[in-house]
């Protein structure tokens, strides 16, 4: 890196890792001093993201995802009308550091939900507005995304 300017330096093809360096100039109100900090540091979270539908009685299933931050894979089931699990193949979802967000599904008399049940599993769930009933086909074009804090 000796006399080479930033512009020339090799891009990162992948996205940022934990254990990758970073230099930064640190300000300290009158000096930069140069310093390295981690991936990690710098993305305190892991990313889970699906497009996921669901139809009459099956489970719900993935349109699209971005899985990449993980090493675990994925199953989705389907254990009543309105309630489905994501089971990770091994322990991921941590106790106070998990936090699900599950976007519509584009009904406008639904209401959705999430819990993590335990370190495998995250339940989630559609519901009749009107009679908190649970009900499938309101998984059109939904969004789950699921972030772990590291």
Known sequence: MANKKISELTAKAAQLQDDDLVMVSDYNGSTYDTKSVTGANIRPFKTILFAITQSGTAAPTKDWS????VSQTFTFTRTAAGTYKITASSALFT???TFVTLGSGGN???????????????????????????????????????????
């Open 66 to 69: 971005y899985e990449t931050e």
């Open 95 to 97: 106790l106070n550091k």
């Open 108 to 150: 406008p008399y639904a209401l959705y939900g999430a819990t993590r049940l335990s370190t495998t599993v995250i339940e989630f769930y559609s519901l009749n507005v009107s009679t908190n009933v649970g009900i499938d086909n309101a998984l059109g074009e939904t969004n789950l995304e699921i972030k772990i804090i590291k």
